[in-house]
């Protein structure tokens, strides 16, 4: 089997560039007969709830949770490489996360939100920002997500020193250790976006993303390994902005497909998994 794509776009800016995402993007996917996943926070839902309702009605995409206010899970602290230059800063860099007590009324606030406005709860969850070692260790974060229905979760999207690329030698697990043996993380592999790409890498004038991303897809395929893939609707508010993204989205699919990766939405990913787990015992 030549891997497995897991396509996830975080719909985040409450804006008209999510309504690009939510009509563009849906159509998009549509096309291309291809499951992908809108990680949407609870300010963008809010904003539009008809526009994602209607993707909620789409079989190629799937709803699900970014948190409510973008608020992130655990304070992001990234130690710069020499020589780059990381959120304007050349040593360190810090986004600081919420506190316990901020999370758990920020993702009760959002679980509210689904059930009023798309009739159920999301099972779903992108950490803001990603993580190194996601909520691994932070098991009381775990306790308060699952206790909330959140199941699989991208919350891994950083290496040890909270930068990017996050590598594929890390591969979705179930937080058995910590004590949540249904909770599966599926990371945020490699760069979260084309712009963190270019933040990291600091590419030539002759780079381009989609020939980036053809690399790991090529890897995907020969080790048969799950790629975790992220993009945002940043952008996306004109048909001009949309085509910045929408263009490598549908050429980096067709061209993973055309390997013969396979592609899944979260909860298709996730319900295999725990069915594998079961099954072993
Ligand atoms: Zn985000």
């Not at 999301?122 to 098991?139: E, N, S, V």
Request: glycine share 8%.
């Amino acid at each position: 089997m030549p891997g497995t794509l897991l396509f996830g776009i975080d719909v985040e800016s409450a804006s008209p560039a999510s309504v690009g995402v939510a009509q563009w993007g849906t159509v998009l996917f549509e096309q291309l007969e291809t499951p992908v996943t809108y990680y949407v926070t609870g300010s963008t839902l809010q904003a539009y709830p008809e526009a994602f309702q209607e993707v909620d009605s789409n079989p190629w995409v799937e709803v699900q949770s970014h948190t409510y206010n973008h608020l992130l899970l655990k304070t992001v602290l990234v130690q710069v490489p020499p020589g780059k230059v990381v959120h304007n800063s050349t040593d360190w860099f810090m986004q600081r996360g919420g506190s316990v007590a901020e999370v758990e009324e920020d993702l009760t606030r959002c679980q509210e939100l689904w059930e009023r406005v798309l009739g159920r709860r999301a099972t779903a969850l992108t950490g803001p920002w990603c993580y190194y070692r996601g909520l691994g260790d932070r098991p009381d974060l775990l306790e308060i997500v699952c206790g909330l229905g959140f199941r699989a979760l991208r919350c891994w999207g950083r290496d040890e020193r909270d930068g990017q690329p996050t590598p594929l030698e890390w591969q979705p697990f179930f937080y058995r250790v910590q004590g949540f043996p249904e909770a599966l993380e599926i990371m945020a592999h490699d760069y979260q976006d084309d712009f963190y790409w270019r933040m990291f890498v600091q590419p030539g004038p002759e780079d381009t993303y989609l020939e980036h991303l053809k690399t790991v897809a090529d890897r995907v395929a020969r080790d048969d390994l799950v790629w975790s893939m992220a993009s945002h609707d940043h952008g996306c508010d004109t048909s001009e902005g949309f085509a910045q993204k929408g263009d490598w989205w549908r050429e980096i699919l067709e061209y993973a497909k055309g390997l013969g990766i396979r592609c899944l939405s979260v909860s298709q990913y996730y319900d295999e998994r725990l069915k594998e787990e079961q099954e072993q015992g």
